[in-house]
């Protein structure tokens, strides 16, 4: 896509590999400015919105909130800004995501321990059950 060319929003998907649905999404969030129209109404979007749109994607497969994409993209389009700030979101984010790593590796263990608890043998009685169904005090 050359830097004068226009495109629509499906092919603004395509080239970025973000969902039209979230395209719209993230316009009206203002994560991305409103595109410009054709008068037929359709959403045009410039190669600079494509490489904003891929940004975003790009980001959100490595798990980043709305809010802190939003930083970034101030960050990259500021090219005045330190990288020490986009280290520091960079990092703290690794932490959050390494912290949910150590979360779901014991929601893992406790139901592998359930698992070894059920005999699976087709009797109604099931440890798995009674476990999900008891009474805390």
């Known amino acids: 896509m050359q830097s004068g060319d226009a495109v629509i929003i499906g092919e603004a998907s ?16 203002g994560l991305v400015p409103p595109a410009d129209r054709k008068t037929s109404g359709y959403r ?7 490489h904003t749109l891929r940004f975003i994607g790009r980001a959100r497969s490595l798990g980043f909130s709305i ?15 330190s990288n020490a700030n986009v280290r520091r979101l960079a990092h703290r984010h690794a932490a959050e995501l390494r912290q949910k790593m150590a979360g779901l590796a014991d929601m893992a263990t406790a139901l592998d321990r359930l698992v070894d608890a059920c005999a699976g043998d087709g009797r109604p009685d099931c440890p798995i059950l009674d476990k999900l169904a008891e009474v805390e005090e």
Do not use: N
């Open 14 to 29: 395509r080239l970025s590999g973000v969902s039209a649905k979230m395209i719209r999404h993230y316009e009206a969030i």
């Open 44 to 50: 045009l979007y410039r190669a600079e919105d494509v």
């Open 67 to 81: 809010a802190v994409i939003a930083e970034l993209l101030a960050l990259w389009r500021d090219r005045t800004s």
